[in-house]
């Protein structure tokens, strides 16, 4: 069974998943981007999500949202579940899962250098994978920085795997700069656009270095759904479950030790709970014991 997830209301979280086996299955062609903008867009609407970043590359996704009221766990099961459907109905994919299981990572980020980091990450991923030169190139979804504040995704209903009456016609989601990290949109715009020049900087040189031939917005576009990334995947690492950003030790430490602080006492909490006693109060932070099991919670202060 998983660690339980520390929730915050109004937390923000960097979000990755991942296809199995590494296929090209989220490959950037329209009828793909349409259904990912579509479904985006109502999932958001339903469960109040923000959507600050969305980042569709052919292998996985990347999103940096912030969710108010806490379901986004809920949020990401209904994301994932609808998508796994229409890619097996759009590629014909019948054979096996579609999204790699253990894979999902949800972290919370806890500083606003953290959360300009996450955001430029996801602009510069294709950039980093050598497959564009610059970001505005990738051919699948990948705002600008000029669309965050000012942009809307916006895509009509699919014509595949959607019937019935309870699906939209359309769906649009608007691009929010994350003001409750600065102090306004121009500090938010500027603390992204620092780290994006620093980023691009890098994975340029990281290009040049590996002696990388860019696949360019074209070849990305028409590879089969059907193959697999080839390039080298480090395997083992550590999947943190929270995020500071550069240089920012003391707060990633805070984050860390609040992390572990909760867990151990939701773990006394269930303990309790499991044995009998109904007026055990688990820690501020819990969210699926209270929603589905009406458990009492120690309050935000």
Not at 74 to 80: C, G, I, R, S
Not at 97 to 119: F, M, R, Y
């Amino acid at each position: 069974m998983p660690a339980p997830r520390y929730i915050e209301p109004n937390a923000t979280y960097a979000i990755c998943r991942r296809i199995e086996g590494r296929r090209f299955l989220l490959r950037p062609d329209d009828k793909l981007t349409e259904l990912f903008v579509y479904l985006l867009a109502l999932c958001a609407a339903k469960f109040g999500v923000t959507v600050h970043m969305a980042t569709v590359m052919s292998t996985h996704f990347h999103l940096v949202v912030t969710v108010p009221h806490g379901n986004v766990s809920e949020f990401m099961h209904a994301l994932d579940t609808h998508l796994a459907c229409a890619i097996q109905v759009l590629r014909r994919y019948v054979i096996g899962v579609v999204w790699a299981p253990g894979q999902l990572t949800i972290v919370q980020l806890h500083t606003a250098e953290a959360v300009a980091h996450q955001i430029a990450y996801a602009m510069v991923n294709p950039v980093k994978a050598g497959l564009v030169w610059r970001p505005a190139q990738w051919p699948g979804l990948n705002p600008t920085l000029d669309e965050l504040g000012r942009g809307t995704l916006s895509a009509g209903k699919p014509d595949f795997y959607f019937t019935g009456k309870k699906w939209a016609a359309a769906g649009s989601v608007k691009l929010e700069l994350p003001t409750q990290w600065f102090a306004d949109e121009e500090e938010a715009r500027e603390a992204i656009a620092q780290e994006l020049e620093v980023q691009l900087a890098e994975a340029r040189a990281e290009i040049r270095a590996r002696g990388w031939k860019v696949m360019g917005p074209t070849r990305a576009r028409n590879v089969s759904p059907y193959r697999r990334a080839k390039t080298f995947e480090a395997r083992g690492t550590l999947r943190p479950h929270v995020a500071a950003g550069p240089g920012q030790t003391e707060a990633r430490i805070a984050a860390i030790e609040q992390l572990v602080e909760f867990r151990e006492k939701h773990r006394e909490a269930k303990r309790r709970w499991c044995a009998g006693d109904r007026d055990v109060v688990f820690p501020r932070g819990t969210y699926w014991m209270v929603k589905h099991h009406g458990a009492r919670v120690e309050p935000f202060p």
